[in-house]
């Protein structure tokens, strides 16, 4: 069975300064692995997504991830943040190659921005 | 416009008395499933859906019932509901090979008293 850790559960930030939100995961088997963000009242939106190649994801509003295999990390970046960022991030695994294709989250980490 | 659309929003109920929540994607997406969002939890899934008239149990699937007679549709059925099963739910919609990335609806809000 998948697993997802989010470390953090609360990130406070000042606004143009970097974040990292991060993101810890556990199979037996290869995973797919996303980020989505959910602003309030709104359902999730994703932000980017890691199936295979580079390790280093792009995705939109300026975020990253890069996807570490032998820390079994997938740690979401963001060099400047505005204060529209402020919402709460989802890190979230797929099992490659089940019948399944279930989406397993960790429990979130809001990001807070302040001015 | 590519969307799932989840009705109602909002609901109140009181504990026993049976409710639907919609589910519809206009995408032509073969995979769909239910999640609930809990505080500190993330999000679970309750049920999803490979194609019509194929169903399988997620993880929390206990207390819900799903259908899926047309692909397009997939509502969630509470026929006893009770205050455990308060919740902010989501539906979500994909492509079975695409490797996730799934648009998810805006969610539904239900209160169960």
């Known amino acids: 069975a998948q697993s997802v850790t989010q470390l953090d559960s609360q990130v406070p930030v000042f606004e143009e300064a970097p974040v990292e939100l991060r993101c810890n995961y556990s199979?037996?088997?290869?995973?797919?692995l996303f980020w989505y963000v959910q602003y309030p009242n709104q359902g999730l939106q994703l932000l980017l997504k890691?199936?295979?190649?580079?390790?280093l994801v792009k995705g939109i509003n300026g975020f990253e991830a890069e996807f570490n295999k032998s820390q079994t990390s997938f740690h979401l970046r963001k060099p400047s943040v505005h204060i529209s960022d402020t919402a709460e991030y989802f890190c979230?695994?797929?099992?490659?190659?089940?019948?399944?294709?279930?989406?397993?989250f960790g429990s979130g980490t809001r990001l807070q921005v302040q001015p | 416009e590519a969307q799932v659309t989840q009705n109602p929003r909002y609901l109140i109920t009181v504990t026993g008395k049976k409710l639907t929540v919609t589910c519809s994607q206009n995408?032509?997406?073969?995979?769909m499933s239910w999640y609930r969002q809990d505080p500190g939890l993330g999000l679970r899934q309750i049920y999803y859906?490979?194609?019509?008239?194929?169903?399988d149990k997620g993880d929390v699937p206990e207390g819900y019932k799903v259908s899926r007679k047309e692909k397009r549709n997939f509502p969630l059925i509470l026929e006893s509901p009770s205050p455990n099963q308060t919740s902010l739910y989501f539906c979500?919609?994909?492509?079975f090979g695409a490797g996730g990335g799934y648009t998810f609806g805006s969610g539904t809000r239900l209160t169960v008293v």
């Open positions: 859906s490979m194609n019509v008239e194929v169903t």
């Open positions: 995408m032509n997406h073969e995979y």
């Open positions: 979230a695994v797929s099992e490659v190659d089940t019948g399944r294709r279930a989406l397993t």
């Open positions: 979500a919609s994909g492509e």
């Open positions: 890691y199936l295979s190649g580079s390790t």
């Open positions: 199979s037996s088997v290869s995973v797919y």
